[in-house]
C-alpha cells in the first residue's frame, strides 16, 4: 500500500473542505462590516452595539469551529498514517509494552516505535515537531472543552508550560501576552485559535514528517 498517497488524499481534502466551508461564514463577516445586502438595513437598537454584531459573532465563532475540527482530523488521518505502517510491517509489542511506549500519546508512542524500528532518531526530521505536538494538544482540548456557556476552546495550564508561546493561538492573544503571564501563568488561559494559516501550515509540517517517515519506512520494507 502506498501509505503517503492516501495520507496525502486526507490532507488535499482538508484544504478542499477548510476553504469550501469557511467562504460563506467569512462573505457573511465581509457583507456585515461593509454594510452590503442584506445588511444594509439596520434595525433600531438601544444598547448602542454595532448592527448586525450578533450575526458576525455567530459567523465568527464557526470559522473558529471549523478551523479546530479540521486540526482534529489532521491529527486523526496524522494517527491513522502511523497505525497502517505499525500494520504494514507488521510491529510486534511485549505484554504491556505497547501501552507504556503511548501512556503520553500517539505521537510520542509512534516517535518511539519507529525510531526503534529504523535505528534512527527523528532528530534528523526536517519537519517542526514542536508544531506538530502542539496539533495533538490543540484537538484534545477541541475535543474535551470545559465549559458549556462558549464556543472558545481554551488552552490547558499543563499545555501552557511546556509550550507558553503556543502555536495556535490569536493574534490578539500573542499580543497581550508578557513576561507576568510567562513567569506566573495566564490570569485567563488563550483560546486555541486554528487560522488558515496556521491550519496550511500545520498540514505541511505533517506532510513533511510523513514524507520523510516514508523514505526510510518504505527502504527498510524492501531490505527485510
Known amino acids: 500500500m502506498d501509505v503517503l498517497y492516501f495520507f496525502k488524499e486526507r490532507t488535499r481534502f482538508l484544504r478542499y473542505f477548510y476553504d469550501t466551508a469557511a467562504a460563506p461564514f467569512r462573505a457573511t463577516m465581509r457583507k456585515i462590516e461593509a454594510g452590503e445586502a442584506p445588511f444594509d438595513s439596520p434595525p433600531y437598537r438601544e444598547d448602542g452595539e454595532p448592527p448586525y ?7 465568527s465563532e464557526a470559522v473558529e ?8 482530523v489532521l491529527s486523526a488521518s496524522l494517527n491513522l498514517y502511523f497505525r497502517t505502517w505499525e500494520q504494514e510491517f507488521p510491529i510486534r509489542w511485549a505484554d504491556g509494552e505497547r501501552k507504556r511506549a503511548f501512556r503520553n500519546g500517539y505521537l510520542e508512542g509512534y516517535r518511539n516505535c519507529f525510531e526503534a524500528v529504523l535505528e534512527q532518531s527523528w532528530e534528523d526530521c526536517p519537519a517542526d515537531l514542536a508544531l506538530v505536538e502542539q496539533i ?6 477541541d475535543q474535551h472543552p470545559d465549559e458549556i456557556v462558549t464556543m472558545r476552546v481554551n488552552h490547558a ?7 507558553p508561546r503556543p502555536f495556535f493561538m490569536s493574534d490578539f492573544d500573542r499580543a497581550r501576552l508578557n513576561e507576568h503571564d510567562l513567569e506566573h501563568g495566564f490570569l485567563m488561559n488563550p483560546s486555541v485559535d486554528v487560522s488558515p494559516e496556521r491550519l496550511e501550515q500545520a498540514i505541511t509540517e505533517t506532510e513533511r514528517l510523513a514524507s520523510w517517515l516514508e523514505e526510510h519506512l518504505v527502504a527498510l520494507r524492501y531490505e527485510r
Open 65 to 72: 469551529v471549523l478551523g479546530r475540527s479540521c486540526l482534529s
Open 136 to 141: 495533538t494538544l490543540a484537538r484534545n482540548r
Open 53 to 59: 454584531l450578533d450575526e458576525w459573532v455567530e459567523a
Open 157 to 163: 495550564r499543563a499545555d501552557l508550560s511546556k509550550y
